[in-house]
C-alpha cells in the first residue's frame, strides 16, 4: 500500500477531516492533501508528526496488521547480553577474581595493564 493511501485510511478510519489534522501537526491541509495523493513524500520527521495526530505507532503508518510485525533475525543477530564480555557465569567468576586485584594496584600500574590488555587484545 502507497504511503498516502495508508495515511488517508487511518485518518479517515478515525473521522478526522485534513482540516483537524493541520491542526494537529502545524501541516498545512494542502501538503497533507499532496501527501494523500501521491504527489509528495513525505519525510519521516513527517511521518513522526503524521503518526502522533492520528494517535497510532509509526509502524502503523507501514504495516496493515493490527500487531507489530515480529522482526525476523536474519543474520543470527545475538542480543546486548550475548555479546556483553562478563554475562556468562565463567566470566563473572573471572572478573570477581580479577577486580580486588585491580584495586590493590597503583595508578600507573593500572595504566599498564590497560596498555598490556588492548596489546593483547589487537592480535
Not at 7 to 36: D, F, H, M, P
Not at 106 to 123: F, G, K, P, Q, V
Amino acid at each position: 500500500m502507497v504511503i498516502g493511501e495508508r495515511l488517508r485510511a487511518l485518518r479517515e478510519s478515525k473521522n478526522l477531516s485534513q482540516g483537524e489534522i493541520e491542526k494537529r501537526t502545524g501541516l498545512l491541509r494542502c501538503y497533507i492533501s499532496r501527501v494523500e495523493n501521491g504527489h509528495t513524500v513525505p519525510s519521516i520527521e513527517t511521518l513522526e508528526k503524521l503518526a502522533r495526530a492520528l494517535e497510532v505507532p509509526l509502524y502503523q503508518l507501514f504495516y496493515d496488521g493490527e500487531e507489530a510485525p515480529e522482526l525476523p533475525n536474519l543474520l543470527g543477530r545475538k542480543t546486548a547480553d550475548e555479546v556483553a564480555w562478563g554475562s556468562s557465569p565463567e566470566e563473572k567468576r573471572f572478573l570477581q577474581r580479577v577486580a580486588p586485584l585491580v584495586g590493590r594496584l597503583t595508578e600507573n600500574d593500572r595504566h599498564l595493564l590497560l596498555h598490556m590488555a588492548e596489546r593483547m587484545a589487537e592480535r
